[in-house]
């Protein structure tokens, strides 16, 4: 089985600061992790993604993400948020030593950035 | 080149009528999903595609689901006797080849479902 948290359901920042949106992960096998974004009445964009090699991932927009084994987490950081940040993110996984490529997602972070 | 397209784009009907939702994947995708998104909700799977194999419908929440996909192209996600509580935006998506594989899913804009 494979499961993602994302424990926040909203992050407030000020525009200019650093950014973090949480994620956490369950899987039996390797993970492939992944962090899409979603603009309202759009579908959801990719944003990046980590299968294996250096731990930090970068990404579109800025957006970079930590892979960290030891915590099971894939924690989304940008170090200087924009107003067009402001957005409904989500990660997901799936566990890389199945067949089938079968996303789990987590419940998703809304993100607001003031300016 | 084109993304994923979906239509209708909004789809207001009543409780019992049965709705038909499609999919244009991307060209050469061979990997199709549908996803439902509920109002302030993650995506929980429905049904996945990939080339001519037989699909992984495990997501699928009630035998009032069902969905095709011809070859490697368009897909519709059929919901008869419509409830409700199937009152989502649907939401289809495509890849490269997925078996073993870590491609990321393109999605379409989704289908609004509104079921009175």
């Known amino acids: 089985a494979q499961s993602v948290a994302q424990p926040e359901d909203q992050v407030n920042v000020a525009e200019g600061n650093p950014l973090t949106v949480k994620c956490t992960y369950s899987?039996?096998?390797?993970?492939?992790l992944f962090w899409y974004v979603q603009y309202p009445n759009r579908g959801l964009q990719f944003l990046l993604k980590?299968?294996?090699?250096?731990?930090l991932v970068k990404g579109s927009y800025g957006f970079e993400a930590e892979f960290n084994k030891s915590q099971t987490s894939f924690h989304l950081k940008k170090p200087s948020a924009l107003v067009s940040d402001s957005a409904l993110y989500f990660c997901?996984?799936?566990?890389?030593?199945?067949?089938?490529?079968?996303?789990?997602f987590g419940g998703g972070t809304r993100v607001l950035v003031k300016p | 080149g084109a993304g994923v397209s979906q239509s209708p784009s909004n789809k207001v009907t009543e409780k019992g009528k049965d709705v038909e939702l499609r999919c244009d994947p991307i060209?050469?995708?061979?990997?199709l999903y549908w996803y439902r998104q509920r109002l302030g909700q993650g995506l929980e799977f429905l049904i996945y595609?990939?080339?001519?194999?037989?699909?992984?419908k495990s997501g699928l929440p009630s035998d009032r689901f069902s969905a095709e996909r011809t070859g490697e192209s368009v897909s519709t996600l059929t919901i008869q006797r419509t409830q409700q509580e199937d009152s989502a935006v649907y939401l289809c998506?495509?890849?490269?080849?997925?078996?073993?594989?870590?491609?990321?899913?393109?999605f379409g804009p989704g289908t609004r479902l509104t079921v009175l």
């Open positions: 998506a495509s890849s490269l080849f997925a078996v073993f594989s870590y491609n990321e899913q393109f």
């Open positions: 899987v039996s096998g390797n993970p492939y």
């Open positions: 980590y299968i294996t090699g250096d731990n």
């Open positions: 997901a996984v799936r566990d890389g030593m199945t067949a089938g490529n079968k996303l789990t």
């Open positions: 060209s050469g995708h061979t990997a």
């Open positions: 595609f990939q080339g001519n194999s037989a699909p992984d």
